[in-house]
Nanobody, 127 residues
Framework: QVHLAESGGGLVQAGASLRLSCAVS????????MGWFRQAPGKEREFVAA????????YYIDSVKGRFTISRDNAKNTVYLQMNSLKPEDTANYYC????????????????????WGQGTQVTVSS
């Protein structure tokens, strides 16, 4: 069983930065593709970013490209989401998720490809 625990959320003003962390236990993080999703009130959960298990290739939704960076520290079994230049529309509950390494890179934006999920951490950006 893989357990994911997010942290680092909070209330910030527009333009500020936050770094979310996702601590992975139960298995080593380098066996999985890792992703971040978010869900705003009244909206469906959406893909934000992913990092592949072997090549560390990264993928982002267009609205966060150039502002967010996903990374992983295999030694700490942790995945990060560095969020810069935050906007009010980034306000959401952010979830970390793990997908089996056999998942095609082209499917990493799909919620159903992820097997394990954290409980989420709230990010609120005020204008």
């Amino acid at each position: 069983q893989v357990h994911l625990a997010e942290s680092g959320g909070g209330l910030v003003q527009a333009g500020a930065s936050l770094r979310l962390s996702c601590a992975v236990s139960g298995r080593t993080v380098d066996n999985y593709h890792m992703g971040w999703f978010r869900q705003a009130p009244g909206k469906e959960r959406e893909f934000v970013a992913a990092i592949s298990w072997r090549t560390d290739s990264t993928y982002y939704i267009d609205s966060v490209k150039g502002r967010f960076t996903i990374s992983r520290d295999n030694a700490k079994n942790t995945v990060y989401l560095q969020m810069n230049s935050l906007k009010p529309e980034d306000t959401a509950n952010y979830y970390c998720a793990a997908a089996w390494s056999g998942t095609s890179y082209g499917r990493l934006h799909m919620e159903r490809e992820y097997t394990y999920w954290g409980q989420g951490t709230q990010v609120t950006v005020s204008s």
